[in-house]
């Protein structure tokens, strides 16, 4: 487990800071870049992390009747 977290850390965060150039890094390296060591701005970094879950959120409502369906199949036996 610990293999597989270090290797969606890697994908998600390490991974686009040392290959991006400072103008084009993702959205999660770029929330990070939002904090500070003294002073977190709580207000704009909950904005954009609101913003990027919508995306996720509109997937979800687009798809779940399909999601809905794959979890009831897999728990009927058959």
């Given at each position: 487990?610990?293999?597989?977290?270090?290797?969606?850390?890697?994908?998600?965060?390490?991974?686009?800071?040392?290959?991006?150039?400072?103008?084009?890094?993702?959205?999660?390296?770029?929330?990070?870049?939002?904090?500070?060591?003294?002073?977190?701005?709580?207000?704009?970094?909950?904005?954009?992390?609101?913003?990027?879950?919508?995306?996720?959120?509109?997937?979800?409502?687009?798809?779940?009747?399909?999601?809905?369906?794959?979890l009831a199949s897999g728990a009927i036996k058959?």
């Amino acid at each position: 487990m610990a293999i597989i977290n270090a290797v969606a850390l890697w994908n998600d965060y390490i991974w686009p800071l040392v290959v991006l150039q400072r103008d084009h890094y993702t959205l999660s390296v770029g929330l990070k870049y939002m904090e500070s060591l003294n002073l977190i701005q709580y207000g704009p970094l909950m904005a954009g992390y609101l913003i990027a879950s919508i995306p996720l959120v509109i997937l979800f409502f687009f798809s779940m009747r399909l999601f809905i369906e794959g979890l009831a199949s897999g728990a009927i036996k058959m």
